[in-house]
């Protein structure tokens, strides 16, 4: 998953703040805070926090399931465990694993093939594909 623009930033920003508040502390300690180059030590350490910090959430963010107008009939899920006391249960999307609810009353078994109708916040509404009834 890539992050937005406006996620980047915001990581940026954040990040920026807590390193340069950590850097000026540092030095206030050490009692360097006016040599040029502490400030330039300053600079590297915020500018490394946040490559890092931005580098390990575009590697480890989880790519989210956007439901685009008309996309819903086209995604089809798994079961995986769940719907059979319950009308709630989860399912696997695009290998991952979502909380769903179903309309149809009904015993749905683990391997059951489901289409995605919606979303309602993180909680997918499915119901059963034709013939897997």
Known sequence: MRL???Q??????????FFGALALWILSRLGRLTEPI???IALAIMAGGDLVSV??????????????PGES????????????DSR???IQVRGE??????????DLPP???VRVVSRQGLTLRVEPTEGSG
């Open 38 to 40: 502490s400030i330039g």
């Open 111 to 113: 391997g059951t093939p």
């Open 55 to 68: 580098l390990v959430l575009q590697r480890y963010t989880r790519t989210p399931i956007t439901l685009a």
């Open 4 to 6: 937005t623009r406006r």
């Open 8 to 17: 980047v930033g915001l990581v940026v920003l954040v990040e920026t703040l």
């Open 73 to 84: 009939s086209h995604l089809v899920g798994t079961v995986m465990s769940g719907f059979a």
């Open 88 to 90: 709630y249960g989860h």
């Open 97 to 106: 694993r979502w909380r769903a609810k179903t309309a149809v009353a009904g």
